[in-house]
């Protein structure tokens, strides 16, 4: 089925649709009222004219109601898309944030490190002796709080395992006693390194550039970094305890 022109008027070549003028120049601008091409919409038309010319306010209606699906649709996915975005800008925001944070906390401990280091530097002889000493009091305070709970944990772990008869009780037991542990020992880590790990290495490096003539244990050279149990600890007091009393 073609659409041609009779009269100045835009007719479809069927004789039951005759085709507005207006939908015609809209069809030709389209390029779907040249002779032969495959008029898909006027077929569609054609074949449903029955129906939209016998129930006009329905099918004004169906097409009303289309189009207000088609508008809450593309409302709805174009808000999931802004709402996606905007969820992507906090998201961004808030790292922004924490990373200024980070950089805050980072320059607060790079100037108390400064402070610190200038403070033990021009420090005399006799001041210096004193802060070595003090640390390597608090150090030893610090070990035996900890031994002293390792020491408890361990009683109870032995008197648990004797009086306990069935296996899995005692496995039960063991498993307390043995998180108990692996607790005490990441709590006991984590305090040398917030309260003591800084400060022991810049007094070591200043006490040995005061002492030129000290020989340190090389075999335990990484100790004040990362003493892990009890015997690094102690060999961290007794090593400043040693320089600070050559002074």
Not at 87 to 105: D, G, V
Not at 136 to 161: H, K, P, T, W
Not at 207 to 213: A, G, I, N, V
Request: net charge negative; glycine share 4%.
């Amino acid at each position: 089925m073609g659409v041609g022109e009779v009269n100045g008027v835009g007719v479809c070549k069927s004789p039951i649709i005759i085709v507005p003028e207006p939908l015609y120049h809209c069809l030709r601008r389209l390029g779907m009222a040249q002779p032969g091409n495959n008029m898909e919409l006027l077929k569609t038309i054609k074949d449903e004219w029955a129906v939209i010319s016998t129930t006009p306010f329905t099918f004004l209606i169906l097409a009303a109601l289309m189009f207000a699906a088609a508008y809450f649709i593309a409302r709805w996915r174009y808000t999931a898309i802004l709402d996606q975005a905007k969820a992507k800008q906090e998201t961004l925001a808030e790292r922004l944030h924490l990373r200024s944070e980070q950089t805050e906390s980072y320059r607060e401990k790079a100037a108390k490190y400064d402070e610190m280091l200038a403070e033990v530097v021009d420090s005399g002889a006799a001041e210096l002796r004193d802060k070595a000493l003090k640390l390597v009091g608090d150090i030893r305070e610090f070990v035996g709080r900890f031994q002293r709970l390792e020491r408890s944990n361990a009683d109870d772990r032995f008197f648990d395992a004797a009086h306990i008869g069935k296996d899995f009780q005692r496995d039960l037991q063991w498993e307390r006693h043995t998180r108990a542990m692996i607790n005490n020992t990441l709590e006991r880590n984590d305090e040398y390194d917030r309260r003591f790990k800084t400060e022991t290495i810049i007094l070591r490096d200043e006490l040995r550039s005061r002492l030129p003539d000290y020989k340190p244990d090389d075999n335990l050279r990484f100790t004040y970094e990362n003493p892990t149990n009890f015997f690094g600890f102690n060999f961290v007091a007794d090593d400043l305890e040693k320089m600070a009393k050559l002074l």
